[in-house]
Nanobody, 115 residues
Framework: QVQLVESGGGLVQAGESLRLSCTASGGIARFNAMGWYRQAPGKQRELVATIFDNGHTQYPSSMKVRSTIYRDNAKNTVYLRMNSLKSEDRAVYYC?????????WGQGTQVTVST
């Protein structure tokens, strides 16, 4: 059973940074790609960042400046760091993983930005 568990969300002040974690049961090496998405109230889920099994990363242009995705294979964890948080970053952040066994989502972690 594959499980992705996000953590690190919460209430942050505008301008601060945040690091989210996504830990995969059974390890992250099984995934060809892992990503972070977010969904704000009343909006569609959008991609924030992707990291591939070769270490290559990819970001939508709107996320590239303030977002960094990286992985720690020893900890079976993928991280998302976001800097200079704004009120519009308020959303539920989800982790996903895609591999030969299929695609999986975590349950999400809420990020709220106070101004």
């Amino acid at each position: 059973q594959v499980q992705l568990v996000e953590s690190g969300g919460g209430l942050v002040q505008a301008g601060e940074s945040l690091r989210l974690s996504c830990t995969a049961s059974g390890g992250i090496a099984r995934f060809n790609a892992m990503g972070w998405y977010r969904q704000a109230p009343g909006k569609q889920r959008e991609l924030v960042a992707t990291i591939f099994d070769n270490g290559h990363t990819q970001y939508p242009s709107s996320m590239k400046v303030r977002s960094t995705i990286y992985r720690d294979n020893a900890k079976n964890t993928v991280y998302l760091r976001m800097n200079s948080l704004k009120s519009e970053d308020r959303a539920v952040y989800y982790c996903d993983g895609v591999g030969p066994m299929g695609g999986y989502w975590g349950q999400g972690t809420q990020v709220t930005v106070s101004t």
